[in-house]
C-alpha cells in the first residue's frame, strides 16, 4: 500500500480533505495517509505554522495532497506554501485549466496549462527598507532556474500531447530579469522542434487570454506573472472552486487546490471540494492509479452534468451533498 502525506490545513481544508478522502476510498485505492497538520492552528504548540516534522513526511513519502494552509497576517511567519516549495525544492507550479461539463463560464473550449517558475522571481523574499518612505524588492532571476522551468514545460508538451509552448514575460521593461528568462526559454525550445515556440507580453497575454483563450495551449512564466496569470485562468472555466494545482520538483511533488482557505465560509459546508478532487485525481494519476483516477473524474463530471453543483457554481448543494453524489455515481462504476 503506498502511503501519501496528508496536509489537512485549516479554514474549508478540513471540510475539502474529508470529502476527498471519502470518494477516494470509494473508488478502491488502498493509500495509508500519513497525515500532517500545519498552519494556524499548530503554532500555539509548535512554535511554527510549518514543523518540521511535516516537511519530514513529505519527503519519506515523495508525495503529498494538501488542503489549504493559512499563514497569520503580520506574526513574521514565512508564508507555509511558499516555504514548503523552497524547501522541498518545488520548482514547478502547474495548474491545468479546462472548461468543465455544465459549469457554464464565458467561453467555451478552454484547455490550456500554466506553468509557473515556483523559486524565485519576486517570491525570493529579497527586501529592504531604505527609509522611512521607501523600500526595494528584488526580482531575481536565474538561468538555472529558468532553463530548468523551461525544460520542464517543454517535456510536459511532449508528454502530454501539446502542441505549443508561450513563454509570457515583460522582458520590453525587465530587460535583464525577464530577458535572462526569455533568452532561456529561446534556448531550451531549440531542444523541441516538435513543439512550436511562442513569446507574447505579459499585459497582451492577458488581454488576449480575456478575448480568445482557445489559441493558448501551455504557458510559461516567471513566478509572479504565474500567481496572477494562473488565477485569470481559474477564473475563465468557473473560478477558484474547480482550479487544481501541482507543485513538482526532481524528488517530491505536492497536490492542492489553487484556493486558499476561504475563511469566509468555513464550517458551513459550503465549500466547493471539487479543486481539491480534481488536484487529487492529478495525485493519482502520478502515482500511477490511472484507473482509479479515470472513474472518479468520471463520476465527478456525471454528479456535475446531472446539474447537482455547489453554490459557487450557482447551485444549491452542500460539500456533503455533492460528495455524496460523486460517490453514488462511482458505486455504480466500481461494479
Ligand atoms: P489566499 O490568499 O490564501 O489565496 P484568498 O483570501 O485570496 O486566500 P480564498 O481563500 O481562496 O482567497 O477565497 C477567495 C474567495 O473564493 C472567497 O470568497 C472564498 O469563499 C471563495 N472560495 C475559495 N475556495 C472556494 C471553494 N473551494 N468553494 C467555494 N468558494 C471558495
Redesign the pocket.
Known amino acids: 500500500m503506498k502511503t501519501i502525506t496528508l496536509i489537512k490545513g485549516d479554514?474549508?481544508g478540513p471540510e475539502?480533505t474529508d470529502a476527498v478522502i471519502k470518494i477516494i476510498n470509494s473508488a478502491g485505492v488502498a493509500i495509508d495517509w500519513d497525515i500532517q497538520t500545519a498552519g494556524a492552528d499548530v503554532i500555539e504548540k509548535e512554535g511554527t505554522p510549518l514543523p518540521q516534522r511535516v516537511l519530514e513526511s513529505v519527503k519519506r513519502n515523495k508525495v503529498a495532497l494538501k488542503s489549504?494552509v493559512?499563514t497569520p497576517i503580520g506574526k513574521g511567519f514565512r508564508s507555509v506554501n511558499v516555504q514548503l516549495r523552497k524547501e522541498l525544492d518545488l520548482y514547478a507550479n502547474l495548474r491545468p485549466c479546462y472548461n468543465l461539463p455544465n459549469v457554464i463560464t464565458r467561453y467555451d473550449k478552454v484547455d490550456l496549462v500554466v506553468v509557473r517558475e515556483n523559486t524565485e522571481d519576486l517570491y525570493a523574499g529579497i527586501e529592504r527598507q531604505i527609509d522611512d518612505n521607501t523600500a526595494e524588492s528584488i526580482k531575481r532571476i536565474t538561468r538555472g532556474a529558468s532553463e530548468r522551468i523551461a525544460k520542464f514545460a517543454f517535456d510536459y508538451a511532449v508528454n502530454n500531447n501539446r502542441k505549443e509552448v508561450c513563454v509570457v514575460t515583460k522582458a520590453n521593461i525587465c530587460k535583464l530579469s525577464d530577458g535572462l528568462f526569455l533568452e532561456s526559454a529561446r534556448n531550451i525550445a531549440q531542444n523541441y522542434p516538435q513543439i512550436k515556440f511562442r513569446e507574447i507580453l505579459v499585459d497582451n497575454c492577458c488581454m488576449q487570454l480575456v478575448q480568445n483563450p482557445n489559441q493558448f495551449d501551455v504557458l510559461l512564466l516567471p513566478n509572479l506573472y504565474g500567481d496572477i496569470v494562473s488565477d485569470l485562468c481559474a477564473g475563465l472555466v468557473g473560478?477558484?472552486?474547480v482550479a487544481q494545482g501541482a507543485n513538482i520538483g526532481k524528488d517530491y511533488a505536492v497536490f492542492e487546490?489553487v484556493?486558499?482557505?476561504?475563511?469566509?465560509?468555513a464550517g458551513e459546508d459550503?465549500?466547493?471540494?471539487t479543486?481539491?478532487l480534481m488536484s487529487a485525481i492529478e495525485m493519482l494519476n502520478y502515482i500511477g492509479e490511472k484507473e482509479a483516477a479515470k472513474r472518479i473524474k468520471l463520476a465527478l463530471f456525471e454528479t456535475l452534468n446531472a446539474g447537482i453543483k455547489?453554490?459557487?457554481l450557482g447551485g444549491s448543494a452542500k460539500c456533503s451533498e455533492f460528495t455524496d453524489a460523486v460517490i453514488s455515481r462511482l458505486a455504480i462504476l466500481v461494479k
Do not use: R
Open positions: 479554514g474549508i475539502i489549504p493559512t473560478g477558484l472552486g487546490p484556493h486558499g482557505s476561504a475563511p469566509d465560509i459550503k465549500a466547493n471540494p479543486a481539491m455547489t453554490a459557487d
